[in-house]
């Protein structure tokens, strides 16, 4: 690779060739693990720049983790690819997965916007699951995004998803995907039927607490 880093971004795909060298999946697992730590840091300064100049945090916490190799590999078995380095990095999107947890929806919107400004985050595509709700009543704001991330010989453009959402919402998708993996994702359909009346009620607290906010920030 050129001995000048930003002249020579590498696509992930590029990377495992340059790279060939060495064990392919380790250093894929190092640069997705490093751009987790790069877009944490990232957050975290977001979250004291609005403390300092509004005395209010968007974020509530940060939640990142590195998807496991079984996990991969039924992720790619599932969509009927190989289980080769070059289908992971191609065609799985949250081998890096960050979940930032708001209290309102607005800062949802309010922290996606500031890291798609940023120059270095690349955004690939969005899934606004708050606009459009999953039919099981699934809420949540995702982004796919690269970020570069230096090595020594190099930079390569990493892919993380990062999941937005409020506390509600994170509350009910975490009481979901524990009744999916009781059921084996077979849910009984009265059981559906109640989360998806729980994610009404989700979508009506937000929109309550959002508001008496505004109301008590205005006074
Ligand atoms: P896990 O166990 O969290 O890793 P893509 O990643 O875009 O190629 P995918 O996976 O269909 O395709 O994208 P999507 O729909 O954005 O889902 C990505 C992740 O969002 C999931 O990862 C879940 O973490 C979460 N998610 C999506 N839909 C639901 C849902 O209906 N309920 C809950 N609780 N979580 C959901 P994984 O790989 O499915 O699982």
């Given at each position: 690779?050129?001995?000048?880093?930003?002249?020579?971004?590498?696509?992930m795909?590029?990377?495992?060739?340059?790279?060939?060298?060495?064990?392919?999946?380790?250093?894929v697992?190092?640069?997705?693990?490093?751009a987790l730590?790069k877009?944490?840091?990232k957050?975290?300064?977001?979250?004291d720049?609005?403390?300092?100049?509004?005395q209010?945090?968007p974020?509530?916490?940060?939640?990142?983790?590195?998807?496991?190799?079984?996990s991969?590999?039924?992720k790619l078995?599932?969509r009927?690819?190989?289980?080769?380095?070059?289908?992971?990095v191609?065609?799985v999107?949250?081998?890096a997965?960050v979940?930032v947890?708001?209290?309102f929806?607005?800062d949802?919107?309010r922290?996606?916007?500031?890291?798609?400004?940023?120059?270095d985050?690349h955004v690939?595509?969005i899934k606004?699951?708050?606009?459009?709700?999953?039919?099981?009543?699934?809420?949540?704001?995702?982004?796919?995004?690269?970020?570069?991330?230096?090595?020594s010989?190099?930079a390569?453009?990493?892919?993380v998803?990062?999941q937005?959402r409020?506390?509600?919402?994170?509350?009910?998708?975490?009481?979901e995907?524990?009744i999916?993996?009781?059921f084996?994702?077979n849910v009984?359909?009265?059981i559906?039927?109640d989360?998806?009346?729980?994610?009404?009620?989700v979508?009506d607290?937000d929109?309550?607490?959002?508001?008496?906010n505004?109301?008590v920030?205005s006074?």
């Amino acid at each position: 690779m050129s001995e000048n880093n930003d002249a020579h971004i590498n696509t992930m795909e590029n990377a495992i060739h340059i790279f060939e060298d060495a064990d392919s999946w380790s250093t894929v697992m190092l640069l997705y693990n490093s751009a987790l730590k790069k877009i944490n840091i990232k957050l975290e300064i977001l979250n004291d720049e609005f403390q300092h100049a509004h005395q209010y945090n968007p974020i509530e916490h940060v939640k990142t983790r590195l998807k496991s190799a079984e996990s991969i590999v039924r992720k790619l078995k599932r969509r009927g690819y190989e289980s080769t380095t070059e289908n992971m990095v191609k065609y799985v999107n949250d081998i890096a997965g960050v979940r930032v947890i708001c209290s309102f929806t607005s800062d949802i919107y309010r922290i996606a916007d500031m890291l798609a400004s940023q120059s270095d985050i690349h955004v690939l595509f969005i899934k606004d699951y708050i606009k459009n709700p999953k039919e099981s009543g699934y809420k949540s704001y995702h982004m796919i995004v690269t970020v570069p991330i230096y090595l020594s010989n190099g930079a390569v453009e990493t892919k993380v998803e990062i999941q937005i959402r409020t506390v509600a919402m994170d509350f009910w998708a975490t009481l979901e995907h524990k009744i999916n993996y009781k059921f084996f994702d077979n849910v009984p359909e009265h059981i559906k039927r109640d989360l998806r009346s729980c994610a009404e009620m989700v979508s009506d607290l937000d929109a309550k607490m959002m508001d008496l906010n505004e109301q008590v920030r205005s006074l």
